[in-house]
């Protein structure tokens, strides 16, 4: 054989197996990143920095909590369980690099997350083609229903938090019940924001009510610096409410300049579960008075009414010392869902959690509140219906969830008091 064909040889089997390391890059894992003789490993992708850092450092020590306890009674197949946390920073972009980072450098089976529904959007597609099960405990978007409708998600994808649709029903029945009948909005500009101002404004209007700026509905850039425009554009027309739908960072600054510009005076605030925080009356700041300028304000969130939430509650109490934030319940639940499911299947693969997901949620078996006695049962080869902090966490066809919504209000002191629960059925 000549020297140049021995060397054309050489090149041509380099570019043969380049091509297959690009075809297996670009098609994702073909081998889940763990097997059943690996420990379960499990990713988190909260916002533990930017515009929802609140509600993000709020949940951040749930999943620690959750696999501190498993591991003690155990773990899950036989080994502890592995817990890799990244900050999304409330960023799609930023929450595409860290699930990346999380599918192909940590190589989880599983992820509690995102938090943003436009972060889980950017970060769903990463985990669909690694075959790694997320489930987000608050991203509420309706489009996620929409998309797993079409089968985009392959089964990878659930939420332990209702969508969106339901929340802005009870938002726009609870201004009407409050005798609110003009009303306009403003939202950020985001998946999250934009389908909750729309089905607001369809249910309001069903409702009898008028939504003053319907036609041009304010939305807003996170990254607006001065939110004087977008103030003055939403209390045109003097509302007798205005829903807004905000993250804590920037929504404290679009109120505050409402106040400053003399807009909020005898306005009934609507605010949604991206600020109920006890700090996001101390972020948008007090009155001249002194008061908090948003004291009185009323909204709604997704609540918890589950069967395990007073042991979360105790258990929180003793570990924190503080009473469980939103959003816990439902953090604590997608947590144990996917260890219960590994365990179910056998495996700690994220197809065969995919499989079992459904199954330990909401299928046959004994009724388990704790986390470790469902997995005391599923060893024994039993099976079981897991009954969540946050409700009953039984996982539809589509990756949802019904459940319950908080209604409440902002306080003289600044801090939330829930006045009362709706439900969230289908």
């Not at 054309?8 to 380099?14: A, V």
């Not at 297996?24 to 690996?38: I, Q």
């Not at 610096?225 to 409410?241: I, W, Y």
């Not at 299947?345 to 079992?356: L, R």
Request: net charge neutral.
């Amino acid at each position: 054989m000549t020297h140049q064909k021995s060397k054309f040889i050489l090149d041509f089997q380099k570019a043969v197996a380049l091509a297959g390391i690009a075809l297996l890059g670009a098609c994702g894992r073909s081998d889940p990143n763990s097997s059943s003789d690996e420990g379960l490993k499990i990713g988190t992708l909260f916002p533990v920095t930017g515009d929802l850092a609140p509600m993000g450092q709020l949940i951040a020590p749930t999943l620690p909590l959750l696999v501190d306890r498993v591991n003690r009674c155990g773990g899950a197949n036989g080994k502890p369980v592995e817990l890799v946390s990244a900050d999304d920073e409330t960023d799609p972009n930023k929450g595409n690099a860290a699930m990346t980072k999380l599918a192909e450098v940590d190589r989880v089976s599983a992820v509690v997350g995102g938090f943003a529904s436009s972060v889980s959007q950017a970060a769903v597609d990463i985990a669909v083609r690694n075959k790694i099960m997320m489930v987000s405990p608050a991203s509420t978007s309706s489009i996620f229903t929409e998309r797993a409708k079409k089968g985009d998600f392959k089964g990878f994808w659930a939420r332990t938090a209702p969508s969106d649709t339901y929340q802005a029903r009870a938002l726009a029945k609870l201004a009407r019940d409050k005798g609110l009948k003009r009303v306009s909005t403003v939202a950020i500009n985001n998946d999250y924001g934009v389908e909750f101002e729309k089905a607001f404004v369809a249910t309001f209007k069903q409702l009898g009510g008028i939504v003053v700026n319907e036609q041009k509905p304010t939305r807003y850039d996170p990254r607006t610096v001065s939110f004087n425009t977008e103030a003055a554009a939403t209390f045109k027309g003097k509302p007798d409410g205005v829903a807004a739908v905000l993250y804590a960072e920037s929504g404290s600054l679009f109120l505050k300049a409402a106040y400053e510009m003399g807009l909020t005076q005898n306005v009934q605030l609507l605010l949604a579960d991206g600020v109920k925080s006890d700090d996001f009356a101390r972020q948008v700041g007090k009155t001249t008075a002194g008061r908090f300028i948003i004291e009185g304000a009323i909204g709604t969130a997704p609540g918890a009414d589950g069967k395990a939430l007073n042991a979360l509650t105790q258990l929180w109490k003793t570990k924190n010392n503080t009473l469980p934030g939103a959003y816990v319940p439902q953090t604590w639940d997608a947590g144990a869902l996917l260890i219960l499911a590994a365990q179910a299947a056998k495996s700690n693969t994220g197809e065969a959690i995919s499989k079992e997901l459904r199954n330990v949620s909401g299928g046959p078996g004994e009724e388990v509140t704790d986390v470790c006695q469902g997995l005391a049962l599923l060893k024994a080869g039993k099976k079981i219906n897991y009954q969540g902090a946050s409700g009953n966490v039984d996982i539809d066809e589509n990756g949802d969830v019904s459940g319950t919504y908080d209604v409440w209000k902002v306080g003289s002191d600044g801090k939330i008091e829930v006045t009362d629960k709706v439900s969230a059925a289908k």
